[in-house]
């Protein structure tokens, strides 16, 4: 696993220790940077399910100026921790240990809305339509933003949740991506 491209390409990112998350593949990073960038002039992301952090990392890499890491796992906080560090990134995340509602409920305190959402959460604890309605409804996604979806291959989700549409949709082996964004956004291409 490394970062594919921008300011810290070609770094070494390591995994979380153990079986219990699932690091999206160097291939599958590309294709989705590929699908909403590839790269930024700044902007917020959130890695909600953050794991080692990869999808972040990448997304600072590529131009987010600022990316919130959120995970429920000891382990994965202190992976995620290395890998900032081994990238110099730090200044650029916040880290925090917490569950995925508890942390939007923080999110939405903060006022703070999003260019990029990435949602990878276990494939066997699916929440994503329920999640993506939550950032709906809390206007968490700027206007241009996208909510990447990394979910089992065999997982078809809606074309519309809350105000958002299926944009995009690939699948990589067992892997499939699935990118929201606003309806209205649709209209206007």
Do not use: W
């Not at 339509?129 to 700027?142: C, F, T």
């Amino acid at each position: 696993m490394r970062v594919v491209s921008g300011q810290y390409k070609g770094r070494p990112l390591k995994a979380v220790p153990g079986v219990t998350t699932r690091p999206t593949t160097d291939k599958v990073k590309e294709a989705i940077f590929n699908m909403v960038g590839p790269y930024f002039e700044g902007g917020i992301a959130l890695d909600l399910f953050a794991g080692s952090g990869g999808l972040g990392i990448e997304a600072i890499s590529r131009g987010i100026e600022r990316c919130i890491f959120v995970d429920r796992e000891q382990k994965a906080i202190q992976t995620i921790h290395k890998n900032l560090e081994a990238c110099h990134a730090e200044d650029a995340a916040e880290v925090y240990r917490n569950d995925a509602e508890r942390a939007l409920k923080a999110i939405i305190k903060r006022e703070l809305r999003f260019d990029l959402i990435f949602l990878d959460p276990p494939y066997k604890q699916q929440k994503l339509k329920a999640l993506i309605s939550s950032i709906g409804e809390n206007l968490l996604l700027q206007k241009n933003g996208f909510i990447i979806t990394e979910h089992a291959a065999d997982v078809q989700l809606p074309e519309g949740i809350s105000q958002f549409s299926l944009m995009k949709n690939e699948t990589y082996g067992m892997t499939k991506i699935s990118i929201y964004g606003y309806k209205s956004r649709l209209e206007e291409e």
